[in-house]
């Protein structure tokens, strides 16, 4: 016999019929039934197999606690594994998969592990591929593959994830995490003194404790109408928020909660709801009242489906009517499972009691036994029976430290109590340790300290539900009193309705036989693996879990963890608080990588810039490439040309005649105030104490350990106002450096700095007849005597659609005669389309980033990949913007004799010596011959050079110039065995005089 | 994550700071010798404890404050404005 439904009771709807199939047979349960409780209406019993033995599991808990009932649900790109059947709803075209089993849970092949068990202990892959093959050898590879396809849970699906998921950040004044009656109280006691109360509870129906039927009254009502009465009265007043589980507590009241949206409705009840939603909930205080595990003790065979915890076993007839089995053997070392053996025996169920103690509750007995249960004391579990499940169990007498068997009970389940486990998870989170309480055998936070966090309930160990409920509406009071700065009351006793104290008991063991027995059924740890651990050495607990991987399955040893901890302490020969205790980290229980990613997927996890003229480039149909965050315009294929046509075309054409390049990218500073010269004078390396108004100058920017940290052109407007460009990249670190310098260290100085990268937008025109272009199409006069090189300029442009304000700066990274043309950034689309008209009537052409790229290498000008972070200014042939003549960050520590060397690496050009050969940017640099050791310094960048008519480079060569100009050496490029002979060159390979851009 | 109090815009989330190092550090005049240059820039504690840190609320008001906080526990002691003309005036 197995479970069945129960005619009556439970707080199912019996009227609703919900669908769902278990392994592709079609299954009814009601709305209200978890996938656990639907599967043991239909007499299910082996719901899953084990990690390494593929041994049958079936039902163990009614809760997260859940170890054996582990499956996968729905299929395709939607299949989630690992999920626990006892915390699932059922849905409407819901399907569920056992998992870890071919052809499926109840038969498995794979269940042959299972006799050769003794070699799969503790340790077991650790140990085996020690000298065996060798690791990473052929043979080991494929045993591999064996051993991991064998172990396993469900498979996940390789479809992307086609729900959607959602992060809300939230705030209240008091959080309260659990629904039982210690957290209703809190919450009501809090709202009362009119704060903003939250309450999440992991379940779908809020009461705790109260649903599963073992709390018979509070405050004297019968519990159930205390519940449906507190939620009545708390309606509108609170936040109630079922299915929803903190999983994490964070620093500062911060609490990471996930919130279950659409897995409970039908299909195409889900509408454009997220599938899960993230809630970061930042809570002024916070009241844990998330009760407490009930944890089983070990005996033999103490897996096999039918053994299940005693107060899971009173849940599933009270709450979801359904019994578990027909004949219930309940073994109990405390007083807490008389309440679950009287609900199942109130429910038609035969059922027996094993008290392993000698003294029974009295009043807790009798009401047992008016219910109709059978009492026998001094008695416990030793072994289960039976093939596919439990059908009998042998009996023994509790001798102390062991059994005696005493016989044997026919059964059907094993309902097991080895005392409660308060959940303190969260508080956990904090890195704060619980204290043992002996009278509970079990761990228990009393004092949270300086946390805005209180425990409450049987989370606090607290075992009254009367005096829960007080504690609980003395919580919510202390939180309101703390938050206008009272100091709380004194701690609450802590209480238990029991009458005779708890028997320690951790396992059950027999004198001349060893017992099969299970501390983590899910990973398949008994507890002989936790000796065997001891044996070897292992002391730490945290050793000790990871060797045996006790605690390591989905269920995170939320029942099993104490006994091994226990277990481990009794080798040692030393108490269980000696021993320690594991420290939980987030999250409670396992949430969806898609929840915590939310929205933030694709393009959506970081910003992507595009430049005003971004609409104007796609018209002409410009080709984008990403650099950094910015999406900017590559190259302009003209008749189906590739990258490199494109661009030489481009190079050539700036050269000859006149190119447009956008440079908005460029990081846009305005440096404004009575002292901004003197600052520009401190934060750049060459001088700007005398830079003119209308000029603008090139400056060096150097970290305070002398290392070039960015360059860029900065103008004088007026007396007072700078506008400093910096490169693509360094535009938000620049602005940081400035706001720190300002703020922080020399906070005297009156300079106000302002970013403007996003409000100006620009173009480069260059080639020799950019000034043509520009004169016919502005008011001012770009003649070489009226707008000398580094002059800046402020005018109109004119265009079809009228002024265009623009700020003129000759500035030229190509080499060409150029002019930085910048706009207030609304006006650049339309400065765009009059500039490319005059442009293209002279001939000229639009380029992108890889033409003017190209030019800049024939120019032998930096960018960062020359600037890289470990380069001075004489490295990269700027030894003499370092000032001697005056004080500037970075110049003290740039004058250490190591930065100073004469040998240091510094920039040369790089051309091949056979015509037409190439290499690349990354190659290590060596003297003829060499082809080992750090060489003599590294290629930074390379272009295909139309003016050169080859690949030439930039690079760095220790001794530089001085040394190497002329010679021959190899750039050797190791990944794709590419050796090149490469000659040294002036770094400035195209117009070294500069007559061009002056011209 | 950590919840910072900004004297400009009230608590807000670490999310919106970004740490700007250690502010028990005096940097030195920029005419100071190499070994103060060397000491300022490449020496520091690191203590388990109280921590005296600049953070920046980047994505704020931008203002750099001075927070003392534990690190152990994450506790935050005081907060402060780091620019004393601002201190001045806004009071935090």
Not at chain 1, 319 to 330: E, L
Request: aromatic share 8%; hydrophobic share 40%.
């Amino acid at each position: 016999m197995t479970g069945f439904r129960l005619p009556t009771g439970g707080r199912i709807d019996r009227t609703q019929n919900v669908n769902f199939t278990w392994d592709g047979t079609r299954h009814v349960g009601c709305a209200g039934d978890t996938v656990a409780s639907a599967l043991m209406a239909h007499g299910e019993r082996i719901i899953g197999r084990s990690f390494k033995y593929h041994r049958p599991r079936g039902i163990m808990s009614a809760g997260v606690e859940e170890s054996g009932a582990i499956v996968s649900l729905w299929s395709g790109a939607r299949r989630v594994t690992n999920v626990k059947a006892t915390t699932t709803e059922i849905a409407e075209g819901l399907e569920v998969f056992g998992q870890n089993a071919f052809p499926s849970v109840r038969w498995d092949l794979g269940e042959v592990n299972n006799l050769a068990g003794r070699f799969f202990g503790a340790g077991f892959y650790y140990k085996t591929f020690f000298g065996l093959t060798g690791k990473g050898t052929w043979e080991w590879m494929q045993f591999e593959k064996l051993i991991r396809r064998a172990a396993g849970m469900g498979r996940a699906s390789h479809l992307p994830d086609p729900d959607h998921y959602e992060c809300v950040h939230d705030h209240c004044d008091v959080l309260v995490v659990g629904s039982g009656p210690a957290g209703l109280a809190a919450a009501e006691a809090a709202a009362a003194k009119g704060l903003d109360v939250v309450v999440a509870e992991q379940d779908f129906e809020l009461g705790g404790s109260i649903l599963t039927g073992l709390t018979a009254g509070v405050d004297g009502d019968p519990a159930e109408d205390w519940l449906s009465g507190k939620l009545t009265g708390l309606a509108g007043k609170v936040r109630l928020w079922p299915r929803t589980t903190a999983f994490g507590l964070y620093d500062h009241g911060v609490v990471g909660l996930l919130e279950r949206v659409t897995d409970h409705l039908p299909k195409g009840a889900k509408g454009h709801l997220p599938r899960e939603r993230m809630r970061i909930v930042r809570a002024q205080r916070i009241i844990l009242a998330t009760g407490a595990v009930e944890r089983p003790f070990a005996f033999g065979n103490n897996d096999k489906p039918g053994v299940m915890l005693a107060s899971s076993s009173a849940a599933y007839a009270h709450r979801y009517a359904v019994a578990p089995g027909a004949r219930i053997v309940v073994s109990t070392n405390n007083d807490s499972a008389y309440g679950a053996a009287t609900r199942l025996a109130k429910a038609g169920i035969e059922t027996v009691v094993l008290d392993m103690r000698a003294d029974l509750p009295e009043a807790a007995a009798a009401a047992a036994r008016s219910a109709g249960v059978e009492i026998r004391t001094d008695r416990v579990a030793v072994e289960a029976q039976g093939l596919r499940g439990v059908k009998s169990l042998d009996i023994g007498q509790w001798a102390g430290d062991r059994a005696l068997r005493k016989g044997s009970l026919n059964c059907d389940v094993v309902a097991v109590s080895g005392g409660w486990t308060p959940v303190m998870h969260l508080i956990s989170h904090k890195g704060i340790r619980p204290t043992w309480r002996e009278d509970l055998s079990a761990f228990v936070v009393a004092d949270t300290g300086l946390e805005p966090v209180t425990l409450v309930g049987a989370a606090a160990g607290q075992f009254s539900t009367d005096a829960c409920v007080e504690a609980g509406h003395k919580a919510g009071e202390d939180a309101a009193n703390a938050m206008n700065g009272k100091r709380p009351g004194p701690l609450t006793e802590t209480t238990t309705d029991w009458q005779q104290p708890l028997a320690p008991l951790w396992e059950v063991k027999e004198r001349h036989r060893k017992l099969k027995s299970f501390i983590d059924p899910q990973h398949d740890v008994t507890t002989h693996d936790v000796r065997l651990a001891h044996q070897e050495g292992f002391v730490s607990v945290e050793h000790l879990k990871r060797y045996t991987t006790l605690g390591m399955a989905t269920d995170q040893g939320k029942m099993g963890n104490i006994i091994g901890l226990a277990l481990m302490a009794e080798a040692q020969g030393a108490t269980i608080p000696e021993t320690g205790t594991t420290v939980f980290r987030p999250p409670y229980t396992p949430i969806s990588i898609g929840a915590v990613a939310s929205d933030e997927r694709g393009t959506h996890w970081r910003p992507t810039r595009h430049t005003p003229m971004r609409a104007e480039h796609e018209a002409i149909g410009g080709k984008f490439t990403d650099a950094g965050f910015w999406r900017r315009p590559w190259y302009y294929p003209e008749g189906g040309e590739g990258l490199a046509e494109a661009a030489m075309r481009e190079v050539k054409a700036v050269r000859s005649g006149v190119g447009m390049v956008d440079v908005s990218s460029l990081g846009k500073i305005m440096v404004q105030g009575p002292d901004a010269t003197e600052f520009l004078n401190r934060v750049y390396s060459n001088p700007f104490a005398k830079l003119a108004i209308g000029k603008a100058r090139y400056g060096l920017m150097l970290r305070d350990d002398g290392v070039v940290f960015d360059d860029g052109t900065t103008w004088r407007l007026t007396e007072t106002d700078y506008f400093m460009t910096t490169t693509t990249a360094n535009a938000g670190p620049v602005m940081l450096h400035l706001a720190n310098l300002l703020q922080t260290r020399w906070p005297e100085m009156r300079v106000h700095i302002t970013s403007v990268s996003d409000h100006w937008g620009g173009v480069a025109v260059a080639g020799p007849k950019a000034r043509a272009v520009l004169d016919a199409i502005t008011d001012i006069d770009f003649s070489d005597s009226a707008f000398p090189f580094m002059g800046v300029r402020e005018g109109h442009m004119t265009t079809c659609t009228g002024e265009v304000p623009v700020m003129v700066g000759r500035l030229s990274f190509s080499g060409e005669q150029a002019w930085e043309v910048m706009a207030p950034a609304d006006y650049c689309p339309t400065m765009y389309r009059a500039l490319l008209a005059k442009i293209r009537d002279a001939g000229g052409v639009p380029y992108g980033l890889e033409a003017m790229d190209c030019m800049r290498v024939e120019k032998g000008h930096v960018t960062g990949r020359e600037l890289d972070g470990r380069t001075t200014p004489a490295d990269v042939g700027l030894g003499g913007m370092a000032s001697k003549n005056k004080d500037y960050i970075g110049k003290v520590l740039l004058g250490r004799e190591e930065l100073a060397r004469a040998d240091r690496p510094t920039l040369v050009g790089l051309v091949p010596v056979v015509e037409g050969a190439r290499f690349k940017a990354g190659a290590i640099l060596f003297p003829m011959g060499e082809s080992t050791g750090p060489g003599l310094g590294h290629v930074s960048s390379i272009a295909d050079s139309p003016e050169m008519g080859a690949w030439i480079g930039l690079g760095f060569v220790t001794g530089g110039l001085a040394e190497w100009e002329g010679k021959e050496i190899m750039a050797r490029n190791p990944i794709d065995d590419q050796n090149t002979k490469v000659r040294v060159v002036s770094p400035h390979m195209y117009d070294p005089k500069g007559e061009r851009m002056h011209g | 994550m950590i919840r910072i109090y900004c004297p400009f815009c009230g608590y807000r989330d670490q999310t919106e700071f970004t740490y700007e190092g250690d502010a028990s550090i005096i940097y030195p005049a920029l005419d100071a010798s190499e070994q103060e240059w060397y000491e300022a820039v490449y020496l520091r504690d690191n203590p388990r404890g109280v921590h005296v840190e600049y953070w920046r609320h980047t994505y704020g008001c931008g203002a750099f404050l001075r927070v003392v906080r534990d690190t152990i526990t994450h506790e935050i002691h005081s907060v402060e404005l780091a620019h004393p003309g601002m201190k001045k005036v806004v009071g935090g």
